[in-house]
Each structure stands twice: as C-alpha cells, then as structure tokens.
C-alpha cells in the first residue's frame, strides 16, 4: 500500500464512521489529496482489489471492510497483531476459556481491539469488542469493555475504556 493510498483509507474510515455513508471520490477530492477524482477512484479501486473497501452498489461510494478497520486500528497507539481465535469448547468451560484468553492476550497494561472474526468468544463481522484488564486490589483479574458495531468511533470508545481502567484503578487506592 502506497503512503497516499494509506491516508485515503484513513479518511475513508473516519468518514464512514462519521456519517455512515459511503465515502465517493469527489469527496475525498474536495479534502486537498492534490489529485483529480479520476486518480482517486482508481486509488480507491486498488483498495477495493485489495480487500480494503467494498462498494455497496454500482453507482455508490465505497466503505471500509474489515481489513480497512484492522489497518486503521493499526495506526493508532494501541497497536496490535490479529488474534488467533479459540478452538470451540463445551458449554460448561467457553467463559471461563475465553475469559483466560483474553486477559492473557491483553494482560494487565494493554488495551486490545478485536473487529469482526477476530473476537473469539462470537463469530460475526457486525461488532467490534474493546477490551482491557487489570488485576483489581484483590489481585484478582478484571476484565472489561466495550461490544460496538463494526462501525464505531474507534478512538473515543479507546480513550473511554482507557478512563475507565483509570478510574477503577484509582478507586482501588482508596
């Protein structure tokens, strides 16, 4: 993926996120890319081949896939490598399996995004799960978050979930 086509994808998602609409190429020509349209829906086209983007119908913008999503995840702090996802387990242990997953994934000092097929407790492309953990002032693990659509405000539901673990934190030195 080339520099441009990367800041093309960022916007696209930001704007998606935004007015959950697809994002059309005059669009994306009006925010000073200092190309024709032309260029960009073939920039956005090269996107799509890639698997970045989908185009809901012909005469339509395009909007972020999954992979879109992950590679704007990507480029925020809270970077992170894809998940293997668990083998499925009897009903009796899948919480207490996914649960030890979990906080052995993200540990006590990370935040961790998983988008779409990547969340290993459900099989979907609809949601998204921000999750983090700690160990409480029991020494017990914790762990909490968010369960979103796919199509979320990354960056507030992140900050907001970073919050929370600090104010629970400092209710612990209470």
């Known amino acids: 993926m080339t520099e441009r086509q990367g800041k093309i994808l960022e916007f696209i998602v930001r704007d998606y996120v935004k007015n959950s609409k697809p994002v059309s190429s005059k669009s994306l020509a009006q925010k000073k890319f200092g190309v024709s349209s032309a260029t960009l829906r073939n920039e956005m086209m090269e996107l799509e081949n890639a698997g970045y983007l ?46 030890n997953y979990l906080f052995k994934e993200i540990g006590e000092e990370t935040t961790q995004v998983f988008i779409g097929r990547d969340i290993p407790m459900i099989k979907t492309k ?14 017990k693990n914790e762990i909490f978050g968010f369960l979103t659509p796919t199509r979320t405000n990354y960056d507030h539901n992140i900050a907001l979930i970073n919050k929370l673990k600090e104010i629970l934190e400092d209710m612990d030195n209470f």
């Open 54 to 99: 989908s185009q809901p119908h012909t005469s339509a913008g395009r909007v972020p896939t999954e992979k879109a999503y992950r590679f704007f995840i990507n480029l925020s702090e809270n970077k992170n490598e894809a998940l293997v996802k668990i083998n499925e387990k009897s009903s009796e242990d899948i919480f207490e399996q996914h649960f």
């Open 126 to 139: 609809k949601y998204s799960l921000i999750v983090t953990g700690r160990k409480n002032q029991n020494k």
